[in-house]
C-alpha cells in the first residue's frame, strides 16, 4: 500500500523559504514522475509543480521561477523548495504519484502560511 509523508511547512514572512519533503513508500518510487498540488481554503486543488522519471519539470504559472521540483530516487522522496513567499501561496501541499492527475490516496499534507 503505498503512502505518502509530507513534511516541511510551517509559518514564514513574505519573501521567506520553506523546502518540502515528501517520502513516498510502497511505491515504485523511480519508474514514476510525481507532483506537489496545494489546496487553500476555499479553494479547488491546484496542480504546483512536476517531476518525470527523467527528471523533467514543469510549473504552474503562478510558482514559476520561484519554486524548485526535484527529487532523490535512493531515498524516495520528492522536494519543494519555494522562494520569495506571497500570502498567496498560503495552502496545505500534498505530494501525489503522476505528473498531472494524482494517482493515489491523498496524504495528510503539510501546511504553509506566508503571512507577517
Known amino acids: 500500500q503505498a503512502q505518502l509523508v509530507e513534511s516541511g511547512g510551517g509559518l514564514v514572512q513574505p519573501g521567506g523559504s520553506l523546502r518540502l519533503s515528501c517520502v513516498a513508500s510502497g511505491s515504485r518510487f523511480i519508474d514514476n514522475g510525481w507532483s506537489w498540488h496545494r489546496q487553500a481554503s476555499g479553494k479547488q486543488r491546484e496542480l504546483v509543480a512536476a517531476i518525470s522519471s527523467g527528471g523533467s519539470t514543469k510549473y504552474a504559472d503562478s510558482v514559476k521561477g520561484r519554486f524548485i521540483i526535484s527529487r532523490d530516487n535512493a531515498e524516495n522522496t520528492i522536494f519543494l523548495q519555494m522562494n520569495s513567499l506571497k500570502p498567496e501561496d498560503t495552502a496545505v501541499y500534498h505530494c501525489?504519484?503522476?505528473?498531472?492527475?494524482?494517482?493515489?490516496?491523498w496524504g495528510q499534507g503539510t501546511q504553509v502560511i506566508v503571512s507577517s
Open positions: 501525489n504519484r503522476g505528473v498531472a492527475l494524482p494517482l493515489l490516496p
